[in-house]
């Protein structure tokens, strides 16, 4: 019996240690998450700011796998017509023409505090969620594009012909607007947005976490490194950052 | 100044059925476009991610805006309580809901989804221009109502004053509200001006009256009655200074912007480098619409011929619907700023200018709401007694002397 036990110990003692190693590799993309993640029956509040820094230093030239992530994801096919097609996310490439210095880095809805598309919206189909995730809602959205007109960051698609294969957690409608959702499916679920998954399997460029958290990763590095604002000026407190522009 | 009589029109010649039958017919040609663009979604017309605004807004606006100025005439008479406009404020009102009323369907037949114009007139978001627009649209109608109903019905004149009053304070604020759509767009370089709304209220006067002094000659001619040159002149040297205060707007507004260094880039675009949009600025908006009709109405020797006012006024509202051009198309082919002093380029055209190529099934939208307009007055001065028989100097000029 005794040499039993001391087996038993032994292999709970190793399986201990593994779960440990394990949990500690795995902890700043589950655990941070699982802290913040909200149970179904509660609403949305305000105590988290949900926000994504990117660190452009990381982002990968020619690499585009945010952009890929995002459109399998919210299931966005195209019909092979870039002026007219929905992009909810794209590379933008920068060229400093003093310097002659090239970045690249992803742009998308910025999720301003103060967001121009909200306020124009006439019946408040682009809304803002406590958490500052700003959406549309597809059932009162008229498609009258002033919200397009009003965003800075030309961030918005129309939705300009019929949709085949529709993602149930991504519903879009011809004749509606439409936008980056931060993946708030994924979010409430306590995930990251797909473009975040993405980017860390080889870039690991982009982070995505609470703003309110002063012990968010996102938060920590925020405040150690600093991070900029697309157009600052305008004054909007984009829930997006970028570090490295 | 003699009584003035009004009578309706017979309305039952040969011209007027066919210019009836004409206008249906760019009614239904403008139904049908509308139909074939939600049926096959917007991706058929020249509109896209990047022009979300085309044609059918351009025509939108500037009736709507022309709307308000068409209620000048009226206001003229009740407000500044000047005799001689007196017999045209019936017209000039009712010219007004016309003006609205196409302008309107335009906007409403182009939403991506027009079904849901129900959530649009009963959800409100109101710190949207649009939505307050919803309401001074609306209430413009309700206001312009009541005001020609107190011209046409003589048990309730003495509130004429009143709602002459009341709808010229609606239409000033309607049309700082359309400019504003505009004024209001921070982000956009070609936008973002409060210069706007009064330059919008300004072109609105130049607009409407060009649109009403048509209409006038239309009716007087097509009904043979006679039409004096005392309110003519008016009419004349009224439209005149209009043309001038627009052009001396436009030219503040663009002389700020050549003073600020970060809107170098969108002047130059507008002023000598935007290919079609420089050419509609200096030669449509400038030339066609400012220049010519100045010379046409102020010429000595053009002075008394109708003919050199009624090309001044065509002239005006092509100069206007090419000055809508270029504030709505042209502001918006100029690329966003997100990382100025950065050359930007990417897979959604940033940093590029946008182009746009208008289909025709934008254009007969537009012609439609035009449409619609001009049928609205036809049929109105055959059912009420809008203009008067006769406004021969005798009758219509205050300092006439027999």
Known sequence: MKTVNTTDTSKRKFLGGAAAVAGIAIAPGVLLQTVNAKPDN????????????????????????????????????????????????????????QTGHVQTLPVMCQHCETAPCVDVCPTGASFKREDGIVLVDKHICIGCRYCMMACPYKARSFVHEDLQDQ???????????????????KVDNGENPACVTACNKEHKAMYFGDLNDANSEISKRLKQYGGKQIRADLGLNPGVRYQGV | ?????????????????????????????????????????????????????????????????????????????????????????????????????????????DLGRPDRLIIAATIYNFKSIFAWNMILYSGFMG???????????????????????????????????????????VARQGYDAAIMAPMFIIMSFAFGLAIFNLVLFAAYNGTRRELGDAIVKRLRNLLGVFVAAIMYFVVVFHLTNLY???????????????????????????????????????????QGCRKSMALASVLIVLGGLAQMYVIIIGGQAYPLQ?????????????GVVNSYTPTLAELMLGLGGVAVSLIVVTLALKALHLLPISLADAVADPHHKD
């Open chain 1, 42 to 97: 509660e609403a949305v509040s305000n105590k988290v700011r949900w926000g994504m820094l990117i660190d452009t230093n990381k982002c990968g030239d020619g690499c585009t796998d945010c952009v890929t992530a995002c459109n399998t994801e919210n299931g966005l096919t195209g019909f092979e017509r870039p002026e007219t097609d929905s992009q909810w996310i794209r590379k933008l490439t920068l060229k400093d023409k």
């Open chain 1, 167 to 185: 993602k149930d957690h991504a519903p879009r409608g011809k004749g509606t607007v439409e936008s980056c959702t931060m993946c708030v499916h």
């Open chain 2, 1 to 109: 100044m003699k009584l003035i009589r009004f009578a309706s029109i017979d309305g039952n010649s040969n011209g007027y059925w066919g210019l009836m039958a004409l206008l249906a017919a760019f009614i239904l040609a403008a139904l049908g476009s509308s139909y074939y663009m939600e049926h096959h979604g917007h991706h058929v017309t020249g509109m896209t991610n990047q022009i979300v605004w085309g044609l059918p807004h351009v025509f939108a606006v500037f009736l709507i805006v022309a709307a308000s100025g068409a209620l000048n005439i009226a206001s003229i008479a009740s407000v500044f309580n000047k005799k001689a406009y007196k017999p045209l404020a019936r017209l000039s009102a009712v010219l007004a809901l016309a003006l609205l009323a196409g302008g309107l369907m335009i906007l409403v037949l």
């Open chain 2, 143 to 185: 206001i312009v109502g009541v005001y020609i109903w107190t011209m046409m019905d003589e048990t309730v004149g003495r509130f004429n004053r009143l709602a002459g009053i009341s709808a010229f304070i609606w239409r000033i604020m309607l049309t700082t509200g359309t400019g504003s759509i505009f004024g209001f767009l």
């Open chain 2, 260 to 302: 600020a260094t970060e809107h170098h880039g969108v002047e130059a675009f507008i002023l000598r480098d935007g290919g079609i949009f420089t050419q509609l600025f200096w030669i449509g908006q400038v030339v066609i619409g400012g220049l010519i009709p100045l010379a046409l109405l102020y010429a000595p020797q053009l």
């Open chain 2, 338 to 350: 997100l990382f100025p002093g950065m050359e930007v380029s990417s897979s959604f055209f940033d």
